[in-house]
């Protein structure tokens, strides 16, 4: 059973360019949550995503971030118009309801780094 | 709001001696708990977790036990080796309709042979 799956695993971007992250979730995981580290830091929640639902994007910025969860495919981070300041780890998790209790299970991450 | 405090590193030790990173958090409910740990250029495996006062979560030969009464969770090794040189994230994760986990800082752990 493969893990959650990320790609790329780096991506390079200038200055007001647009990078997409891309999330395969394990298989038969229906909950996808994103987070961002940065250097030397935690990780911080980001969104929690269901297939084809936002369920909470309370740690998201208002602005040039999206994500999205479709029925079929992974799940996508967008960043617009990027800045210095996106440069991090991005870490997508999964999980799957275990009655009350859930697991997640990380990626290997994206590395961003914005020139 | 909810979140971790775990000793900051780096943390230095020799090979085979004894470890404890120590946690500690604050909670409106009753959180899960957990310990993750992240090797070089890797992402995030999780450790060990507990998720209700008194359990005692183990791996590798590490444990934590989830202390309601101090509320702390701080990992513990008896011998540690080379290999467990990472960084070490304590985190909670209220399970509500969100189920987002709050991470510590991490602690760096390096182990000299």
């Known amino acids: 059973n493969a893990g959650v799956m990320q790609n790329p695993r780096h991506l390079v971007r200038r200055r007001g360019q647009e990078a997409r992250l891309r999330c395969s979730p394990m298989k038969g995981h229906s909950h996808v949550y994103w987070y961002r580290q940065l250097p030397e830091e935690g990780l911080k929640f980001m969104v929690y995503l269901q297939k084809e639902n936002i369920i909470d994007e309370s740690g998201m910025p208002k602005e040039r971030f999206s994500a999205e969860f479709p029925k079929e495919g992974p799940s996508i981070l967008r960043i617009q118009q990027v800045v210095r300041g996106d440069s991090a780890a991005y870490f997508c998790a999964s999980s799957h309801r275990d009655g009350n209790r859930e697991t997640q299970y990380f990626g290997p991450g994206t590395r961003l780094l914005v020139l | 709001g909810d979140s971790v405090t775990q000793m900051e590193g780096p943390v230095t030790l020799s090979e085979e001696a004894f470890l404890t990173i120590n946690c500690t958090y604050t909670?409106?409910?009753?959180?899960?708990l957990f310990w993750y740990v992240q090797y070089p250029g890797e992402g995030l495996q999780l450790l060990l977790k507990?998720?209700?006062?008194?359990d005692k979560g183990s791996n590798k030969g590490f444990e934590a036990t989830y202390r309601k009464e101090t509320t702390s969770f701080h990992l513990e090794k008896g011998s540690v080796q080379v290999s467990d040189s990472a960084v070490y994230f304590c985190a909670l994760s209220e399970m509500n309709r969100d189920d987002k986990i709050i991470f510590g800082k991490g602690t760096r752990l390096h182990i000299l042979p």
């Open positions: 507990a998720t209700k006062a008194d």
């Open positions: 909670a409106t409910g009753y959180p899960s």
